[in-house]
């Protein structure tokens, strides 16, 4: 199947910088992106959807100023948290569709940690 | 989207059929139902997915009834490495964006 790759797998900050994850879809072309996050024994939550080339749509209380979302190409989309907080402590998941759009390939997540 | 309903957390012993249902009444017609796996600490995998009727994989059975008000998991002859939470979903699907929601899933826990 289908394989997404996430960048790095967990990363530890000091409170007030700005952290970057990187997404990639390694063997198709991911028209679609998504992102989540996921708090400690919850769900995940859909944080923001972006398609290649255009700017992402963010779920309803999620700041887009603080959650930058670029999908520069049809294989990376990058979640950047700026200015990261210690409730901002979660992890975040990428996922991505194909032309097809019959599925998303999620990828393996990353822990992040603002101390 | 249509809200689905599944128990919160089901325990099975090593060798046993496990049947998890979701309810989810308020399903559309271009709905497609949905099930993903995941293990702590890593994404959801897809398990399996289906419309109507029975869909049969290597990995697990999906029933819907003829009304699709509801979908049933089965994992034949569960080992202690599908202990996981089991998620159930209901999207559409293609048309442009697939978009998931993720309701609170079952965690099953599998024992020796």
């Known amino acids: 199947g289908a394989v997404v790759s996430q960048h790095p797998s967990r990363v530890i900050c000091k409170s007030g910088t700005s952290v970057k994850i990187e997404c990639r879809s390694l063997?198709?072309?991911?028209?679609?992106m998504f992102w989540y996050r996921q708090f400690p024994k919850q769900s995940l939550m859909l944080m923001a959807t972006s398609n290649e080339g255009s700017k992402a749509t963010y779920e309803q209380g999620v700041e887009k100023d603080k959650f930058l979302i670029n999908h520069a190409s049809l294989t990376l989309s990058t979640l950047t948290v700026t200015s990261a907080h210690p409730e901002d402590s979660s992890f975040y998941i990428c996922?991505?569709?194909?032309?097809?759009?019959?599925?998303?390939?999620f990828g393996p997540g990353t822990r992040l940690t603002v101390l | 989207l249509a809200k689905t309903t599944q128990p919160i957390s089901m325990d099975s012993y090593e060798g046993q059929e496990v049947n998890i249902t979701c309810s989810h009444n308020n399903i559309a017609t271009n709905d497609y139902i949905t099930w993903y796996q995941q293990f702590p600490s890593q994404g959801p995998r897809f398990i399996i997915q289906?419309?109507?009727t029975k869909v049969t994989n290597e990995v697990a059975s999906l029933f819907i009834p003829a009304d699709r008000k509801s979908s049933t998991l089965s994992l034949p002859r569960v080992s202690l490495s599908d202990t996981a939470v089991y998620y159930c979903?209901?999207?559409?699907?293609?048309?442009?964006?697939?978009?998931?929601?993720f309701g609170k899933g079952t965690k099953l826990s599998v024992i020796p």
């Open positions: 996922s991505a569709t194909g032309q097809s759009n019959n599925e998303q390939f």
């Open positions: 289906g419309y109507k």
């Open positions: 979903l209901v999207a559409l699907r293609g048309a442009g964006s697939y978009q998931l929601t």
């Open positions: 063997d198709f072309q991911a028209t679609t």
